[in-house]
Every structure is written in C-alpha cells, then in structure tokens.
C-alpha cells in the first residue's frame, strides 16, 4: 500500500510540462475505464476533457471520478483534511466532462479513445476526428484485444498512433502497456513513454500483439478457471482461495470476473475464441454464457459468482 501512495504523490507533483509537450489530454468513452484515465490524468495536472456521448453514463462517470478522488485523497493527504479536500478541488478543476467529442478533439495534445470493444465503433471514432484534432495530436487507444495498427489503419496519422493500455481500477493499479506499432514514430513513443511516467504508471513496451502482455497471460487463466469450475475441480469459492493464499494474487480468478464484469469478460474471451478457433484453452465457457444471458455480470449487477449490495464500489 506504501507504493500506491508514492505512485499517486509522484503522479501529482510532476509538472506535465517538464516531462513532455503534452498539456491537454481528450478521453472518448466515460466507461470505468475511460473515467479512471480521466481521473489520473486530471489529478495528475493535465487539463483534461473527457467526452462521453451517452448522457446518462456522462453523470455516471462525473459521480464515480469525484468518489475516487476522494478515496487517493485520503490516501495521498492522510493528515491533513485541507490538503486531501483541495487535492480533489484542483483535480476536479483540470476536467471538463462534455457531450460533444468532436469539439472536445478540435484543442489538444492527446487522444485516448476508451469506447467500446468493436473495430468498427473505433474506425468511426477515429475516421471522424483524425481531420479535425490538430496535426501534432497524438491518438492512442486503450483498446484490450484489439490490433492497434487495425484501429490505426483508417487514419492518416499513423506515426502519431500507438497503445495506451490502463488496468482495472485505473487509479490504483500501476502498470500501463505502451503498445508500438511498426508505424509509430519514435518520437511519438517517447512521449507516450514519458507521459504515462508524469501520471504515476510504470510503463513497459510491447509489440502489437493479440493481448499484449497482461491479457495475453490473463485470458487463459481466466478461461481455465471456467472449466476448472464446470469439471466439478472444486468450487468457485475454493478456487479463489487457493489463488490469492497459495499464488498470491489480490483476488481469485472468478472475484477478478465479477469485478471486470462477466459481459466484458465474455466480449474478451469471444474474441480470443475467433482469433483461435481451434485452441482448446479459447473454447467457450458454458457457465460464462448462461451466466451473462440471466444477467448476472458481476459487481455492477449485484451478482456473479457472490453476491454484492449497492455499496460494493468498482
Ligand atoms: N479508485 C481509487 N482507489 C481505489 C479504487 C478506485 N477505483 N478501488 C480501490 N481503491 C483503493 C481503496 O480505497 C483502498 O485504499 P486503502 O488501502 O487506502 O483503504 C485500496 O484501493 C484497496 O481497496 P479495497 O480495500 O476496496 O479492496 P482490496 O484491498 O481488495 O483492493 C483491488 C481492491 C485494488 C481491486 C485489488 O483487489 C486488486 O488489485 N485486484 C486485482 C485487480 C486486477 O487484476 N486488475 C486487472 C484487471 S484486468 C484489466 O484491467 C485488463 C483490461 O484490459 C481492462
């Protein structure tokens, strides 16, 4: 937990300026993970616009960013009240939530689109707005499984194009994935590089490939878990147990599904399945489907494989 606390000190006290050219950040998507971006980002010192068409979830995304704002700053600022209450007061003050994306691109530096797992919604995204951002802006995606240079393709801006990969909760998790294509100019690495180091992440470099590093490891995990649990191996409980107290991981493989969502996990692992359609490890989950056609997507829906009330925050 100390580490968490110098990653967030780190990410609030670097000058933005200092580091890169970047001073304005535009995220597209206010899901969880477009809102936790916005929310590093702003709390970090960038001005930040975060651009959400649908209304409700726009509100939605407000509501959770100034909840999680207040839990770094309890965090960042445990002795003195004033200090946690202007954290949040400034962070608050450097993002502008809006309806309209393609004004939001229109004046700034960065773009990180976090809309929906669909190739076709993110050529639309980026086809619209690659002639309206500025020349100098750089695109990035956080796309999962998706190929960035796919993503890329329907742009005339591809050495200012790369991979900006966050983890689930974008605060506190500390690695981000910067994904180079063979078009991404060196410079435009670079700064995805230092930018993802002023917000407090530790970055790494990976090619594009399906996955990248984390999900590449984490979707075959996942996916054994499932059928470790449809073979009757041992019970969703014990399973989870066995990997947070004998491999150490913060939470099992199927509290980890229920905090990602088994809808989102489902869109993954479909993918990964026609990707390798005659990988046993890929093949569908029969629990997973059933599970996620009666509703029951995890936190967010108040059931998945346990439980949870309205309190349970993601
Ligand atoms: N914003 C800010 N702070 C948050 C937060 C959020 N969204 N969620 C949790 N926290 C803080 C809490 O306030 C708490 O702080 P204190 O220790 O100061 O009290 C701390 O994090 C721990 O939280 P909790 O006490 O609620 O619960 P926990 O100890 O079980 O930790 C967890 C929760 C951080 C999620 C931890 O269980 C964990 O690391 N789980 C694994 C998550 C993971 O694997 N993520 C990757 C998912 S895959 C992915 O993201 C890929 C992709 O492509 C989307």
């Not at 597209?28 to 809102?35: A, Q, R, V």
């Not at 194009?161 to 690495?189: A, C, Q, W």
């Amino acid at each position: 937990m100390a580490q968490t606390v110098l990653m967030l000190n780190r990410g609030f006290s670097t000058s933005p300026s200092a580091m890169t050219a970047i001073k304005h950040v535009t995220v597209i998507g206010g899901g969880i993970m477009g809102s936790g971006i916005a929310q590093v980002a702003a709390q970090s010192g960038y001005q930040v616009t975060l651009a959400e068409i649908n209304e409700g979830a726009l509100q939605t995304a407000k509501v959770s960013i100034e909840t999680n704002l207040k839990r770094v700053a309890k965090k960042v600022h445990k002795e003195s009240l004033e200090e946690a209450e202007k954290f949040v007061t400034n962070a608050l003050s450097n993002l502008r939530p809006t309806m309209n994306v393609m004004e939001a691109v229109q004046s700034t530096d960065l773009v990180i689109e976090a809309v929906l797992e669909n190739i076709n919604v993110k050529h639309k995204l980026f086809s619209s707005i690659d002639p309206i951002a500025p020349e100098h802006a750089i695109f990035a995606s956080n796309t999962s499984a998706l190929s960035i240079q796919e993503i890329a393709s329907v742009t005339k801006r591809k050495d200012r194009f790369g991979g900006l990969h966050f983890f689930n909760p974008v605060p506190v998790m500390k690695l981000l994935e910067v994904i180079r294509t063979p078009e991404t100019s060196d410079e435009t690495y670079g700064k995805m590089m230092a930018w993802g180091n002023t917000i407090g992440k530790t970055t790494i470099t990976c090619k594009d490939t399906p996955g990248f590093v984390v999900n590449r490891l984490l979707g075959p995990y996942l996916n054994e878990a499932l059928k470790m649990l449809e073979r009757g191996v041992a019970t969703a409980q014990d399973i989870d147990t066995a990997m947070k107290l004998g491999a150490g991981y913060p939470m099992g493989p199927f509290e980890l599904m229920d905090y990602i969502g088994l809808d989102t996990h489902k869109i993954v692992a479909d993918g990964w399945h026609r990707k390798f359609p005659n990988s046993h490890t890929f093949r569908p989950s029969e629990i997973l489907e059933t599970m996620v056609a009666e509703g029951k997507l995890g936190v967010k829906s108040g059931e998945g494989f346990y439980k949870y009330d309205k309190s349970s925050k993601l």
